[in-house]
């Protein structure tokens, strides 16, 4: 499978984006799918996944804030960010992996990354 990132930009804070990441290969729908990010000077962390059945995982700060989905059918996955923060500006990338993890190593493929900037 590969994937592609898109819909990041600029937003003011409160605001809303909608990430996608498109896939490609056949095999999309048994792949858990998760999203990260990476601000500027910090390390890449988990912020969603969800399983190949739908089960979803956040992390605690998006929580109520962003909604990850998957469309098996058109090969996508989404990540709707809601109530926008400052501190949500960074890099954000989708993979995929053989579960629905908050770890990166358990994802073997990943995109090439959108970027966010939420102004205050």
């Known amino acids: 499978v590969q994937l592609q990132a898109s819909g990041g930009g600029l937003v003011q804070a409160g605001g809303s984006l909608r990430l996608s990441c498109a896939a490609s290969g056949r095999t999309f729908s048994t792949y858990a799918m998760g999203w990260f990010r990476q601000a500027p000077g910090k390390e890449r962390e988990f912020v969603a996944a969800i399983g190949w059945s739908g089960t979803t995982y956040y992390v605690d700060f998006v929580k109520g804030r962003f909604t990850i989905s998957r469309d098996n059918a058109r090969k996508m996955v989404y990540l709707q960010m809601n109530s926008l923060k400052f501190e949500d500006t960074a890099v954000y990338y989708c993979?995929?992996?053989?579960?629905?993890?908050?770890?990166?190593?358990?994802?073997?493929?990943w995109g090439q990354g959108t970027e966010v900037t939420v102004s205050s």
């Open positions: 993979a995929a992996g053989a579960s629905a993890s908050a770890h990166e190593y358990e994802y073997a493929v």
